[in-house]
């Protein structure tokens, strides 16, 4: 069965800190990995990447693929309160050619 | 460029109803997958539609289903409302086709549906 696996499930970090969050795989047809950060309600999006080793990157946000290692990590720099949000990391392929989601990861950012 | 619209936004309805969500994609955009997500079982995709036709399903029951209009205007149907139906469902749009293209999704701001 398709499954994405993201860790850790939440984290408690000071601003100025760096985070990384993680993401694991296992998809059948793989095509793309995708990162989402929702805060109230929508989904928005992050990143897509598609290509191992090459970094995505959008100012203090940075992602890199492995797909031999089948895992993705979002890197957040010099963290802010504004990045507090729940990040989802989504897999497109599989079985049925849709995303498959994690559960995300619940970052707190405190002044 | 407007973004991916949902109503209602709120919804409060009691068990054995049926309720109808509606998504406005992104212009352009052909493709509209619904989800469902709450705080335990996180996001759970329940179908796609391409062209006025459903292309993907999920594992959830045949009370939920949905249609596209030829505008990519999209409807999501759930009948004899649960209990266990109370969650946000979004909506997201993507410019369709297939592989990559699908894959970008951009998420509407949801429809909260509580079920008493």
């Known amino acids: 069965e398709d499954k994405v696996v993201q860790s850790p499930l939440s984290l408690v970090v000071h601003e100025g800190d760096t985070v990384t969050l993680n993401c694991s795989y296992e998809v059948t047809n793989f095509r793309s990995l995708l990162w989402y950060k929702q805060e109230k309600k929508a989904p928005t999006f992050l990143f897509m990447l598609t290509s191992s080793g090459i970094e995505k990157k959008s100012g203090r946000l940075s992602s890199i693929l492995d797909k031999k290692e089948l895992f993705s990590i979002l890197n957040i720099t010099a963290t802010q309160t504004g990045d507090s949000a729940v990040y989802l990391c989504?897999?497109?392929?599989?079985?049925?050619?849709?995303?498959?989601f994690g559960t995300g990861t619940l970052l707190a950012v405190q002044p | 460029k407007a973004g991916v619209t949902q109503t209602p936004r709120y919804l409060i309805k009691t068990r054995g109803q049926q309720v109808t969500l509606s998504c406005s994609p992104i212009?352009?955009?052909?493709?509209v997958s619904w989800y469902q997500q709450t705080p335990g079982q996180g996001l759970q995709f329940l179908f796609e539609y391409f062209s006025e036709t459903q292309r993907n399903k999920g594992n959830f029951p045949g009370r939920f289903s949905g249609r596209q209009f030829s505008n990519s205007r999209s409807e999501m149907n759930v009948s004899t409302l649960e209990l266990g139906d109370s969650a946000l469902y979004l909506c997201a749009s993507s410019f369709g086709g297939t592989g990559l293209r699908t894959d970008t999704q951009y998420f509407g701001p949801g429809t909260r549906l509580t079920v008493l």
């Open positions: 989504a897999v497109g392929g599989g079985a049925t050619n849709k995303l498959i």
């Open positions: 212009s352009g955009h052909r493709s």
